[in-house]
Structure formats: structure tokens, C-alpha cells
């Protein structure tokens, strides 16, 4: 037992954003270091809620600097970035930690220092017809790109240790097997 980092990996719109949100409101014992991205804001977005927004500039000079353990730039847009400080001393100290990540960003992570905190967690959707209709009602006209997309993101099962279901119209179903999951390691 002790600290663990756990990665949720899945399709865009499975849900990874929602069940970090809830269950940061459910289990207050584990923590979420926002990520760095050159993306922009969007609307509902809270600065160091969910992202520290950056320009390019500040972002590669941070990455010259050392300052983050992995960095991908998914989709072939936006830079993102996850900082080593307080990650690795929060780690250290006994704190567990929920992220969502990319397989580029397991991958990598797994050659760091966080190896042996790393728990991968692999979002599965009850039903791919079901994420497509979501994607399509939340990202529009983009939601093209992300759709071609879904089948490599599938893949990204094969890297993790733990899965789980995520319903679309039933979030507690996946956040109480996320707790169940947090709980068998912590």
C-alpha cells in the first residue's frame, strides 16, 4: 500500500474529466496537480482549476528549465505539461494523485522516477455509438478528428493495469468502480 498516481486513459468525451471532478468532491484524500497547455481557456475553465494556461513561449521555457516530467502534444495541437513540484514530493510525503493522460505520457512516465506510483486506468465506454453521439454533440464541427482517433485511443487498453465501464448517462457507475479501484491500493 502507500501513495499511488493514478492515470486515466481512454477516448476523448469517456468521461476522464468528469470522474477526476467527482471523485476529487468524494475522496478529499486524493489530490490532482493540473496540468500546463498552450491550449486556450475554454468558458467554463477555471485558471489552476483544471489547467495552468500558458503561452508557447513560457511553456517551452519551462521545458528548457526541467521543470516537467512528460509533455506530449496531443492531437497535433497544444502543448501539455505535467510539472515534477509538488507531484513528486506530495508523492514522496504518502499523497495519491488522479490524472488523465495520453499512452505517449504513460509511456514516458513510466521511465521516471513515478514508475512505481503509477497506476494505469484504462476508461472504457459502455458503448462506442453512444461516445461518437457525445463527441459530436460537444465538440461540433471538430468532432471529426477526434472520431478517427477513437480506434488508436482504444488501443491504449493494452497499457494498463486496471479498467473500467463508464456509462454515458450513468457517471456514478464509473466513479464508484473508480473508488472501489482507489481503495484496493491506498
Known amino acids: 500500500m502507500g501513495a499511488k498516481f493514478f492515470l486515466l486513459l481512454g477516448a476523448s468525451g469517456v468521461g476522464k474529466t468528469t470522474l477526476i471532478r467527482r471523485l476529487l468532491q468524494d475522496m478529499p484524500t486524493i489530490k490532482y496537480q493540473p496540468s500546463f497547455t498552450t491550449r486556450s481557456k475554454r468558458e467554463h475553465e477555471i485558471e489552476g482549476l483544471q489547467y495552468y494556461f500558458v503561452t508557447l513561449e513560457k511553456f517551452v521555457e519551462m521545458d528548457k528549465g526541467g521543470a516537467f516530467l512528460e509533455t506530449d502534444q ?9 510539472t515534477k513540484e509538488p507531484l513528486l514530493s506530495d508523492l514522496k510525503a504518502g499523497y495519491s494523485f488522479v490524472k488523465e493522460v495520453a499512452v505517449k505520457g504513460l509511456l514516458h512516465l513510466q521511465t ?6 503509477l497506476i494505469p486506468v484504462y476508461l472504457s465506454p459502455e458503448s462506442f455509438d453512444d461516445l461518437i453521439i457525445r463527441l459530436v454533440h ?3 464541427n471538430k468532432a471529426e478528428h477526434r472520431i478517427r482517433e477513437l480506434e488508436v485511443e482504444a488501443k491504449s487498453a493494452a497499457y494498463c493495469k486496471e479498467k473500467i465501464i463508464v456509462k454515458h448517462n450513468d457517471i456514478d457507475f464509473g466513479l464508484n468502480q473508480l473508488k472501489q479501484l482507489i481503495n484496493r491500493y491506498i
Request: hydrophobic content about 30%.
Open 74 to 82: 496531443p492531437h497535433g495541437g497544444s502543448f501539455y505539461g505535467i
Open 112 to 117: 521516471t522516477q513515478l514508475a512505481d506510483f
Open 138 to 140: 460537444r465538440d461540433g
